[in-house]
């Protein structure tokens, strides 16, 4: 377990240890009450203001949410991939109960139902869906471990006020793998080819227009669209491999804030501090350009305030399971933010502050080194590579040779001074001798000298 770190933002702030010390549950009342009260009364008071509090006790609420995470993890889901049959398998008998509703609002083109789950009897709706790229399914493994959460029947559960503070403010609509037939071969499209989150205009296939239909039915108030995004994706230009990015996206082109973006800026900034409590310097901001056949970007049109959450990649955590723990923490706490109106205090610079999101880096750069073929001299060159699996980092492959000073990776190698001998299955052979090929398989030896039988520092790719 990593140590958990406060915020930039939240440590900018000021903090009682009265605060810190009261529960979670005690605390969120706490911010309700101060929400009205500063919606009521501007003026300065000897009570903290609702943002301060939010600020000070984001992280204890995520706290709490990483160890329902851990005590409600559904046991049958324990990697990224798994199918439509195995997922609703470990679901649907949590969600037989008495406090769910469960319905089919669809079916997939391949003809596997679309549910939707519901949970409270709260006077704002909040429709959340996930996995719409069937690739990507980290929140789709956080809402199975949620079902499990709110479906706790224990006599005395120490989260019974939490649960019926949001099951009494929210109806939670979860509409989990939207696309169970890109998800049946894990890749992004459904079964026509359609990336269903470039279909919100066109409504060609049954997933888009079951999550339309949902929609206008439901005219949920807040709106969260659940995705991966590509591991090579860093905080800024200059920072770390992003693992979370969030959206409040625009709903059209002028990307102006009307009344329903600014409550989404709200929600988005709730988000930012609790993802940021856990994961410092690793959250970013999406691009917000609009996009007219995006769902995000129409259900804000729509007028349901949306934000988009992202699961990028953290270093150590190749199945997302990490991942997926902060996502029922972050979840939780906005839930309940929500459910009380403290995100309503929320400071939207906890969001704008975010750096955006940058893709386009390369998984690993070896740099400083000099490259040997077999009979040739030494070159000084550097190697990007990208590993076939990004999150996981394996399966690595050559993708430039040369001067790459200028290309940015997630992670560096430096082998100043040292010599990089390809691995016979990194080399082809012409006629005339060994070729290092551009998509080989990036695996070396790195010794000290040019000679092939000088001493071996590391290897680089090499099978465990
Ligand atoms: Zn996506």
């Known amino acids: 377990m990593p140590v958990r770190l406060r915020s930039r933002l939240a440590s900018s702030l000021p903090c009682t240890h009265v605060l810190r010390a009261l529960g979670a549950a005690t605390l969120l009342a706490l911010l309700s009450a101060c929400a009205g009260r500063t919606a009521a009364t501007s003026s300065a008071s000897p009570v903290p203001s609702t943002a301060e509090l939010l600020a000070c ?17 559904e046991p049958a889901i324990t990697t990224r991939r798994f199918t439509h049959e195995q997922y609703w398998n470990a679901v649907l008998p949590v969600v037989t109960h008495a406090g769910f509703r469960v319905e089919e609002v669809g079916r997939s083109l391949h003809g596997r139902p679309l549910r939707t789950i519901t949970i409270g009897t709260g ?15 980290t929140a789709s493994m956080a ?4 079902f499990r959460w ?4 224990r006599a005395e559960d120490r989260d019974d006020a939490l649960r019926a503070r949001i099951m009494q403010g929210l109806t939670l609509v979860f509409l989990p793998m939207l696309n169970p037939d890109g998800a ?4 992004r499209e459904n079964a026509l080819g359609v990336d269903i989150n470039r279909d919100a205009r066109n409504l060609a296939t049954p997933e888009a227009r079951a999550l339309k239909a949902v929609r206008d039915r439901q005219r949920p108030a807040f709106g969260f669209n659940l995705h991966d995004q590509n591991a ?13 990015a969030l959206l409040a996206p625009p709903h059209d082109a002028s990307r102006e804030y009307n009344a329903v973006r600014s409550r989404a800026r709200l929600v988005a900034a709730t988000l930012a501090m609790s993802f940021g409590t856990e994961l410092p310097q690793r959250v970013a901001k999406y691009d917000d350009g609009f996009n007219p056949r995006a769902f995000g970007d ?13 699961s990028g990649a953290l270093p150590g955590d190749p199945e997302k399971q990490r991942l997926r723990a902060l996502h029922v923490g972050a979840l939780l706490s906005v839930f309940d933010a929500l459910a009380t109106g403290a995100y309503r205090a929320a400071d939207p610079a906890w969001y704008e502050s975010l750096p955006f999101n940058t893709g386009g880096a390369s998984d690993l750069l070896i740099t400083g080194g000099q490259l040997v073929l077999p009979g040739q001299a030494p070159a000084r060159v550097d190697l990007a590579v990208n590993f076939d699996d990004a999150v996981a980092r394996t399966g ?3 993708r430039e040779v040369g001067d790459l000073a200028d290309v940015v990776a997630i992670d560096t190698l430096d082998v100043r001074g040292l010599f990089l001998h390809p691995a016979a299955s990194a080399l082809v052979r012409d006629a005339a001798g060994a070729v290092l090929r551009i998509g080989a398989p990036a695996v070396f030896d790195v010794r000290r000298g040019a000679q092939p039988e000088s001493p071996l520092v590391r290897t680089i790719g090499a099978a465990p």
């Open 57 to 73: 006790c984001g992280d204890d609420a995520m706290g709490v949410g990483l160890r329902i995470a851990a005590d409600y993890r």
């Open 123 to 137: 006077r704002d709706t909040v429709l959340l869906w996930s996995q719409m790229h069937g690739d990507e399914s």
């Open 143 to 146: 809402l199975a471990d949620l």
């Open 150 to 153: 709110f479906a706790n029947t």
């Open 184 to 187: 049946e071969r894990f890749q």
């Open 232 to 244: 090579r994706t860093r905080v800024g230009r200059d920072g770390v491999q992003a693992a979370i």
């Open 298 to 310: 129409l259900m804000q049109q729509w007028g349901t305030s949306t934000v988009l959450i992202e």
């Open 396 to 398: 690595g492959r050559v």
